[in-house]
């Protein structure tokens, strides 16, 4: 049995990682936009890891015996300023996400609820990567002083892949 605060709390985190996917897809939109097409695959391979991290909470409710109530996703901004700017707005969102996944946990012991705590641990660490790859990107980005850097760090960017988390293998 989940507790009702629990599953209102999951299905709310099934949208958040929707909206992160969606915020992230603008992202790619507006590097595509610029020409910027590494940056842009580097986004759009993180909105796809947003919809598996969706999914992955869509699952345990499921598993759990719940059914998913998907509710409104927000509209991302439609206009960006700069890489410096995108990179800034990933890092205050990554640090949003974590202290929401980070409540649902704390909700999860106060409740006794192991299953959905040790549920949890997965993305307890994956958001300990998110904030450092934003970081990361962030400083890069930071550090851009002319269009010769910008290209490298695109090129660089370009490389990123996505890999389904093993998580939802067979299960997507
Ligand atoms: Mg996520």
């Not at 989940?2 to 949208?15: I, M, P």
């Not at 010769?148 to 389904?164: E, H, N, P, Q, S």
Request: hydrophobic share 50%; aromatic share 10%.
């Amino acid at each position: 049995m989940l507790d009702k605060k629990l599953e209102k709390a999951l299905n709310e985190q099934v949208v958040k990682e929707f909206y992160s996917a969606y915020l992230y897809l603008a992202m790619a939109g507006w590097f595509e936009e610029q020409v910027l097409p590494g940056l842009a695959k580097w986004m759009r391979v993180q909105a796809q890891e947003e919809s598996c991290h969706a999914l992955i909470f869509f699952n345990y409710l499921c598993e759990k015996g719940v059914q998913p109530v998907l509710g409104a996703i927000d509209a991302p901004p439609p206009k960006f300023k700069s890489a410096t700017d995108i990179f800034k707005a990933v890092v205050a969102h990554e640090r949003v996400v974590t202290a929401s996944i980070h409540a649902i946990a704390d909700l999860a012991v106060q409740l006794r609820d192991h299953a959905t705590k040790q549920a949890l641990e997965w993305f307890v660490a994956e958001q300990v990567e998110e904030e450092a790859s934003a970081d990361a990107m962030l400083r890069q980005a930071q550090r851009l002083e002319d269009e010769k850097a910008l290209y490298l760090l695109d090129k660089d960017a370009g490389t990123r892949v996505f890999a389904l988390p093993p998580l939802l293998a067979g299960k997507i």
